[in-house]
């Protein structure tokens, strides 16, 4: 069974040399498409989150919908780990939007499945998944930025929302990452699965 546990700290302190720090090689990735085969040794998979969206510069075999980044996590264990990838070794599938449906289904024409790049050769899995599912992140996003004006000094997201947001995280969410674990650690049964978890967006007391 695949252990399963939390990256956060070893993804902070790789991200914080970006474009400020010391040169980066950019990780080789074995997602070309169409034609990469299953069975990679070190697998990036997950969302916008994931893949980095948004920051320079994005990978140049990567489907442009993707948004991903040479800079994402991924990328950035892949080119420091002890061990080394190479061409064929390491698959970034993280891609902009991608839900836990999009591990086991194409999320676009020409973006297959994201955990078919796994296998019983499999050593590391990163995932970084779930914000989409159920709509939560785009809904908490528009609905708190709406109410933060009308209670600067409160909390009227939530006051508003707390119950909705806590009822489709047990509701949707928490089935749809387990489930989304289970699959990982079923197509690379000798992987260590690491599952990181989102930057907080939202205060813990207020807002």
Request: charged share 15%; with cysteine; net charge neutral.
């Amino acid at each position: 069974m695949a252990a399963a546990v939390a990256l956060c700290a070893v993804a902070a302190p790789m991200t914080a040399c970006g474009r400020d720090g010391p040169p980066i090689r950019s990780a080789p990735s074995a997602s070309t498409y169409p034609g990469f085969h299953p069975g990679v040794r070190y697998a990036h998979l997950g969302d916008s989150f994931a893949a980095g969206s948004g920051i320079d510069p994005i990978v140049a075999d990567s489907p442009a919908m993707c948004l991903r980044s040479r800079l994402d996590f991924g990328q950035l264990v892949a080119a420091r780990h002890p061990t080394g990838f190479g061409e064929s070794a390491f698959a970034d599938m993280s891609c902009a939007g991608a839900g836990t449906a999009d591990l086991s289904a194409a999320q676009y024409f020409g973006v297959p499945p994201q955990a078919g790049v796994l296998g019983p050769a499999t050593e590391l899995v990163t995932m970084m998944i779930g914000g989409n599912d159920g709509r939560l992140f785009a809904d908490a996003v528009a609905q708190c930025s709406a109410l933060a004006g009308r209670d600067v000094a409160g909390a009227p997201c939530r006051q508003a929302h707390e119950a909705q947001v806590d009822a489709q995280i047990a509701g949707t969410i928490a089935p749809a990452l387990s489930g989304a674990v289970a699959l990982v650690t079923r197509r690379a049964p000798r992987a260590r699965v690491l599952i990181v978890g989102y930057p907080r967006l939202l205060p813990p007391r207020h807002g």
